[in-house]
């Protein structure tokens, strides 16, 4: 029997990596996205090599809709059937307040937060709906648990981003619910990865992490579990849920 292929966009580093060696690593054939970076896209590769598994890796930017539709369409050709959309790409820039930001910068976090999770799972419906022919499937969004604290000082922007997918979640799960799609979404609290260094912060989940219950930052790892979980055939009667992975903060 063909075991089922996942995709994952943002798949080369962080909790997109951890995502594509635990899938790979439970028995699903794996398909990952990045944006730039093909050497850590090699990385995972080799990573995913040595645990026996052949992972595929495509450059696409899914805040554009042609990478988009050439990524769906060569995951297809190459690979088949999908099965699950992890929909984890994501970005956040320099921590400042909102009156310090200017508008270029909320149209490149909502393009690649929002729009590339809706461009995403445009492409998935079409190929797993059961109203289009398919054979249903899961779609998992990472969102954060910005959406509800805010992220003061920070970044509103991305808070307000990771707002959008988590309604966006809701919405489609209801839209989706007869058509064999579940629809879920993680927001993970800190966890150490690049992205933090991105907005200018590389020692923020140290720096922050005394507000969390647990009193320490998450890993990757811990955050794939649940997107795995999700992604599988176990929770068949979950969707349209917001599932926190922050150590209680
Ligand atoms: P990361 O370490 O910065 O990795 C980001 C990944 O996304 C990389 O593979 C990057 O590709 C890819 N990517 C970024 N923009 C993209 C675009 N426009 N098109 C395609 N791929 C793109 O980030 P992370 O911390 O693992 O974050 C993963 C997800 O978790 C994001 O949605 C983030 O918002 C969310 N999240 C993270 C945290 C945290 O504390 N780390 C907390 C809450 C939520 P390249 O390698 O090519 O750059």
Redesign the pocket.
């Known amino acids: 029997m063909t075991q089922p292929l996942i995709l994952v966009?943002?798949?080369?580093?962080?909790?997109?990596a951890a995502t594509v060696l635990l899938a790979a690593a439970r028995g699903w054939r794996v398909a990952f996205?990045?944006?730039?970076?093909a050497e850590?896209a090699n990385t995972i590769i080799a990573q995913a090599k040595a645990l026996g598994a052949d992972v595929t890796a495509l450059q696409?930017?899914?805040?554009n809709e042609a990478d988009v539709i050439r990524l769906f369409e060569t995951v297809e050709q190459k690979l088949g059937a999908l099965s699950a959309l992890i929909n984890?790409?994501?970005?956040l820039e320099q921590q400042m307040r909102l009156d310090q930001m200017e508008v270029g910068r909320w149209q490149r976090v909502f393009s690649?937060?929002v729009f590339?999770s809706f461009l995403c799972a445009k492409q998935a419906i079409l190929r797993m709906s059961t109203r289009h022919g398919g054979q249903g499937g899961a779609i998992v969004n990472?969102s954060?648990?910005?959406s509800r604290l805010g992220s003061p000082n920070e970044f509103i922007d991305y808070a307000a981003a990771k707002g959008a997918v988590d309604s966006m979640t809701i919405g489609l799960a209801k839209e989706l619910a007869t058509e064999g799609i579940r629809v879920n979404a993680v927001r993970?609290?800190?966890?150490y990865?690049?992205?933090h260094a991105?907005a200018g912060d590389p020692g923020r989940v140290d720096r922050v992490k005394t507000g969390v219950p647990m009193q320490r930052g998450g890993t990757?790892e811990e955050v794939a579990e649940a997107i795995v979980w999700l992604a599988s055939a176990q929770p068949s009667y979950v969707t349209g849920t917001l599932m926190d992975v922050t150590g209680g903060r």
């Open positions: 966009t943002g798949g080369s580093r962080g909790i997109g996205s990045y944006k730039e970076n850590a696409a930017d899914v805040s984890n790409a994501g970005m690649a937060n590339g990472v954060s648990a910005a993970p609290g800190l966890i990865t690049d992205i991105s990757a």
